[in-house]
């Protein structure tokens, strides 16, 4: 059974950074992270394959967070953070057969949910 643990959320001022980890209980899983703000719909961040090669990002990340994979944990290096980026960051992820080296996208149905991690950048 896949489990979810994710961590690095935080206070940060505009303009920092912050680090957020997610954790598999195994390695061959599409991850990626979402992220859902108060009165607002949930929204994709990014995605990265099983195997780490390959990544998407959404329209508002791009060019200032990076996601990565090291065998089971996946990481989102959130740089240049605005107050806009306040939201609960949740870990995602999908089994996938081992030759689909697809990254997690937007419009995938999700099959697991970490439990959420508050990022909470001030002005």
């Known amino acids: 059974q896949v489990q979810l643990v994710e961590s690095g959320g935080g206070l940060v001022q505009a303009g920092g950074s912050l680090r957020l980890s997610c954790t598999a209980s195994v390695r061959t899983y599409a991850m990626g992270w979402f992220r859902q703000a108060p009165w607002k719909e949930r929204e994709f961040v990014a995605g990265i394959s099983w195997s780490g090669g390959s990544t998407s990002y959404g329209d508002s990340t791009k060019g200032r967070f990076t996601i990565s994979k090291v065998k089971n944990t996946m990481f989102l290096q959130m740089n240049a953070l605005e107050p806009e980026d306040t939201a609960v960051y949740y870990c995602?992820?999908?089994?996938?057969?081992?030759?689909?080296?697809?990254?997690?996208?937007?419009?995938?149905?999700?099959?697991?949910w970490g439990q959420g991690t508050q990022v909470t950048v001030s002005s």
């Open positions: 995602a992820a999908n089994m996938m057969d081992p030759f689909d080296t697809r990254p997690l996208e937007s419009n995938w149905r999700v099959q697991y």
